[in-house]
């Protein structure tokens, strides 16, 4: 007889479920978070039809890991798990939530997510460490400004020498001088670990042939190219182009029910850095880029008709198709 299992994982310990065709529990037990334990665990039970396991933090080692055993793993949406686990049970609980899963993984009803290769998680972790570090930098240079301003030092937009120079007139100053002098000095560590970290995302980059592919696109650098191309990890996971612009939040949100027939804004799922990235990129072509090609010729046709900030995302989406298209039949951009 067929057995499905439901893993409600969490970060020490963990909930398997067992059941069988018909929807009669076999197993429930609490294993170690690990690869090893739950593999231990289910295979008491004899060979698992399906074992299903919610999108998390430790999910992507985790299910990996249940792979390379021989468990047939099946990670899924956790905001569709979250809604379906609402109906079947008032309360939740962990063991809820692992048996609830176990229906799940019984029944097919979900939405299977893929599971990113670890060096996709590698690329992604040197971007989301680099953002932080720009936030902290930003955080800093806005709290200089904010102190000096106290003392009528106005620094200015900018982070650059004229804003460097300008804060010497703090020096001086009790108090305010070894206040900046501290700020300024973490500020220099961090500016010192970002260019360390685009040192590295560049050698990634110089790396990857797909990245490269896709910096052949006018407005599409470093950052953006690896941030794409560790998102997507697998083109062949997309039947259409077109539905990277929806894996990224880039495409309208609708409602319909009867008579009414309602598009707003766009749904801003999926990964934000990439999709942050390609409005940037998106920018760029519109606004720095001097080179005239098909694409931007388009966009800036809609910039005329519905304004820049519309266009922006209109030619967001296309990149995300179009970088999509090229990461998939393995070509170069054609302006």
Known sequence: MSHYAG??????????????????????????????????????????????????????????????????????DARQAHQSLKAMKANKTDPHDAAGLAQLARTGFYKEVHVKSPAAHGVRAVITARGHLVEAR??????????CATFGIRLGIGQGERFLNRMQAAAPIPGLGEAVASLVRARERLVDEIRQLDRELKAISLASPACQALMSIP?????????????VDDASRFKRSR???????????????GELDWTGRITKQGDSTVRKLLYEAANSILTRTRQTFALKSWALKIAKRRGLRKARVALAR??????????????LFEA
């Open 219 to 231: 407005g599409v650098g470093v950052q953006t190219s690896a941030a794409f191309a560790a998102a």
């Open 138 to 147: 930003v955080r800093l240079d806005n709290t200089i400004r904010g102190l």
């Open 7 to 76: 893993i409600d994982l969490s970060m020490e310990t963990s909930h398997v479920c067992v059941v069988d065709a018909d929807g009669r529990k076999i197993a429930a037990q609490s294993v170690d978070s690990t690869p090893e334990a739950i593999a231990a665990a289910l295979g008491r039970y004899g060979p698992i039809e399906r074992a299903v396991i919610e999108t998390g933090r430790m999910t992507p080692s985790v299910a990996l890991g249940l792979r390379e055993l021989g468990v047939a793993i099946v990670c899924i």
């Open 243 to 257: 539905t990277a612009g929806a894996y990224f939040g880039l495409v309208p949100r609708r409602h319909q029910s």
């Open 318 to 331: 296309r990149l995300a198709v179009i970088m999509h298209a090229m990461l998939r039949d393995g070509t």
